[in-house]
């Protein structure tokens, strides 16, 4: 608020002039561009550097739910109809604030002015307006801190807008939280706010909120979701933030037939999809774009990223998937980890202590415990013994590991890539395979066991004497 209004004052001076100012100016501009049907434009004033963050990177591209703020209010934006979006940004963030935006929305242009002094609200929203045409109609100003904004919240406010601007002659409409407290989000006929903030003296522009300042001409819409307006200045505000959001995603996600054993200890990013009659245990952790199917059933604590499980899956506890496919009733875990472009496919199943990276494991394939698959491909009902690894790497390069279809590989079995073994091959527990092994072949990679009866006293003996012997040298 800026106080009381002094005759002599730079602010008393516009506020003389804004009564002096016929409504009959704005209003008739309003119409006119109206009548061009020009859409709706949006600024998000994205321009802020957040020195309550403490932090080098700007405010607007702190993460909430693992998504930046600016995209959170931007995605709502651009859910409203016919609505062009414009970032105030500044020198500093600019490319910053590019590149976030091109990697979150790649098949839409944005366009991105920069407040080149970032002197307070008038100069973000000038640089703004002066990039748009003067037959913009409709301005909704959006800051870029409000990662829990809708698309519902902004057309509350722009509806109301956009009728009390003709049945009232009101070119300003403030959405505020239902404790009256303005949000910084407003819309506003374009001509009515190019009269007001030209003449407004710099250093009171972050007030226009106030009714006030431009003359009782302020409307004010009570946002029906409290949290929409809640804006962020510090990592605690964040973690409210995430706490409100993953509730609203849990909430949707239950309406859609999923079942939480416990929310308050669940994450869910906000890309996650999840299909219906699926159960989610406690402390289950799912980012990115994750995609889950119907009647899955994963056992937490889990951390699930940007992968995809099919319908009828089961995820055991302490497994980590990232980047991952599991086809349709397949089964990892407990205690599995699949890495990136590992593939499960239908009724496979890779077992507790297994990791799989960059393989694919065949449909009705086990691969049940302690086991290693990296660079392979494994075909259909291969059974893979415990203890079994692919050894993908030679100190140069990765190599590539082939297994046919109803292969046996023993437990404890070594494959040192790059091999092949056949369809139907079997390969004798604790081998070391290191020539292609044919279809249909046995295969036996060890030394022939020895076996000396009545010398195992003797040869505890012996080694007692070494090791009284070694500790005396020492």
Not at 33 to 45: H, I, S
Not at 139 to 164: D, F, K, M, W
Request: aromatic residues 4%; hydrophobic residues 40%.
């Amino acid at each position: 608020m800026f106080g009381k209004n002094k005759e002599g004052s730079g602010l008393g001076k516009f506020m003389r002039k804004a009564k002096e100012s016929p409504r009959e100016t704005w209003v008739q501009k309003y119409k006119d561009a109206k009548n061009l049907n020009q859409g709706l434009c949006v600024l998000v004033l994205a321009a802020g550097s957040g020195q309550r963050m403490n932090s080098d990177l700007p405010l607007v591209l702190h993460p909430v739910s693992e998504v930046p703020m600016l995209c959170h209010v931007v995605r709502a934006a651009q859910e409203l109809e016919h609505s062009k979006v414009v970032i105030v940004a500044s020198p500093q963030s600019g490319a910053a604030v590019q590149q976030v935006l091109e990697g979150a929305f790649p098949s839409l242009g944005h366009d991105i002015v920069l407040q080149e002094k970032p002197t307070g609200f008038r100069d973000a929203v000038m640089a703004g307006l002066q990039s748009l045409p003067d037959s913009t109609a409709d301005l909704l100003v959006i800051p870029g801190n409000l990662p829990l904004l809708t698309s519902q919240a902004l057309a509350e406010v722009v509806q109301q807008g956009q009728r009390t601007a003709i049945e009232k002659c009101v070119g300003l409409t403030q959405l505020c939280a239902p404790s009256d407290e303005p949000s910084g989000i407003f819309w506003a006929a374009a001509a009515f706010l190019r009269e007001r903030l030209r003449d407004l003296p710099n250093g009171m522009s972050d007030s226009l909120d106030a009714e006030g300042l431009v003359d009782g001409q302020c409307e004010r819409c009570c946002a029906s979701d409290p949290s929409a307006t809640m804006a962020v200045h510090t990592r605690q505000e964040v973690v409210d933030a995430e706490t409100v959001l993953r509730r609203r995603h849990i909430r949707e996600h239950q309406a859609q037939g999923v079942t939480f054993r416990d929310p308050e200890n669940t994450f869910i990013s906000a890309g996650v999809d999840i299909g219906r009659d699926s159960v989610i245990g406690i402390g289950v952790q799912l980012y990115g774009n994750t995609s889950i199917g119907r009647c899955v059933r994963i056992d937490g604590p889990t951390v699930i990223i940007n992968s995809t499980v099919g319908s009828g899956c089961r995820i055991g506890a302490f497994s980590h998937l990232e980047q991952a496919t599991m086809a349709e009733n397949s089964g990892v875990g407990p205690f599995a980890r699949l890495r990136v472009g590992a593939v499960v496919e239908s009724a496979a199943y890779v077992g507790n202590f297994c990791e799989v990276k960059a393989a694919h494991v065949g449909a009705g394939t086990n691969v049940c415990h302690l086991s290693y698959l990296g660079d392979a491909e494994v075909g259909e009902n291969v059974n893979i013994g415990a203890g079994t690894i692919t050894c993908n790497y030679n100190g140069i390069a990765k190599n590539k590991t082939t297994i046919g279809s109803n292969a046996f590989i023993g437990s404890s079995s070594t494959l040192v890539a790059p091999v092949e073994v056949g369809e139907g091959a079997l390969v004798a527990a604790g081998s070391v395979i290191t020539s292609n092994v044919p279809g249909n072949a046995l295969a036996l990679g060890r030394s022939r066991q020895t076996t000396k009866e009545d010398r195992a006293d003797a040869t505890r003996e012996k080694l007692r004497e070494l090791h009284i012997q070694k500790q005396a040298e020492q």
